[in-house]
């Protein structure tokens, strides 16, 4: 029973290390540098909307059924999947917002999205950053 509960304890832990590192990227030509975990969690929960410069923002999630869109829902915004479930449900219920479009691509096809458009901001694994985005926060 005690290696069990080792065996338990450890793959949990591993789990939620396994998306240590997570980045919030945008398009290279996107007039930003750097945002905040406190800016990023007001942009996916549909409170800003526009960058610093002015700019549209149009927020990507992840697939809901990913260990990623978990890792960033509870990391930066601070809440659970069925709390951020039950905020979008109130906000498209009072018309006061929509929860962000879904990218079933993984962090590849998140990436090539906000390559693509310079109003798009993502979160993907650290290790999948390369030239054709930029990262503005990463979440440790």
């Keep these: 029973m005690r290696k069990l509960q080792l065996l338990i304890l450890s793959l ?30 007001r942009i996916y929960l549909s409170k800003l909307k526009t960058f ?15 260990k990623i869109y ?24 009072t018309g006061a917002g929509m929860p962000p479009k879904q990218s079933e691509g993984g962090s590849a ?4 999205l906000v390559a693509d458009n310079p109003n798009l901001i993502g979160y993907i694994e650290k290790e ?6 930029k990262v503005v926060l990463t979440i440790p």
Excluded: C, H, M
């Design 70 to 93: 978990e890792a960033f829902y509870t990391t930066v915004v601070k809440k659970s999947i069925s709390q951020i479930s039950a905020y979008w449900a109130r906000a498209v219920f």
């Design 52 to 66: 610093p410069n002015g700019g549209e923002i149009v927020p990507i999630d992840q697939a809901k059924a990913s």
């Design 12 to 41: 949990v832990i591993f789990s939620s290390v396994s998306y240590a590192d997570i980045v919030v990227i945008v398009n290279p030509e996107a007039k930003v540098d750097a945002l905040s975990e406190g800016e990023v969690k």
């Design 109 to 112: 096809g998140v990436k090539k």
């Design 128 to 133: 999948a950053v390369d030239s054709s985005v």
